[in-house]
């Protein structure tokens, strides 16, 4: 199940991305390049920039949808249970350091 919506969550982005290369920005943008110049002949320019950005709105709706729902039920969780670095017990104490003993004694030259 969990392959399953990857795919289609995959296949919702390239759709997406698309979606919204097809639109044309003030400067023609990528539309001509992968046929947005000649969808706008068959649905009238205006009816074909609503009907991109509608296309664009439901796709990116839905993305974010599904990305919640792949996350919240869908996302296989481990049963492995790791405490962290704080939960685990403290290292055991560590020896005290033998200091070399102090020379009180004067010296004479």
Do not use: C, H
């Not at 068959?42 to 974010?64: E, H, N, P, Y």
């Not at 005290?96 to 004067?106: D, G, L, Y």
Request: aromatic share 8%; hydrophobic share 50%; proline share 6%.
């Amino acid at each position: 199940m969990y392959t399953l919506a990857i795919i289609i969550e995959i296949i919702l982005g390239i759709l997406l991305i698309l979606a919204i290369l097809m639109q044309s920005s003030k400067g023609g943008g990528l539309a001509g390049s992968f046929g947005g110049a000649n969808i706008g002949a068959v649905f009238g320019v205006r009816r074909t920039s609503d009907f991109l950005t509608k296309i664009t709105q439901w796709l990116a709706g839905i993305f974010m949808i599904f990305a919640l729902v792949i996350n919240l039920w869908l996302l296989p969780r481990g049963e492995q249970k790791r405490e962290s670095v704080i939960q685990s017990a403290p290292p055991a104490a560590l020896p005290p350091t033998q200091q070399a003993p102090v020379n009180t004694a004067p010296t004479s030259r």
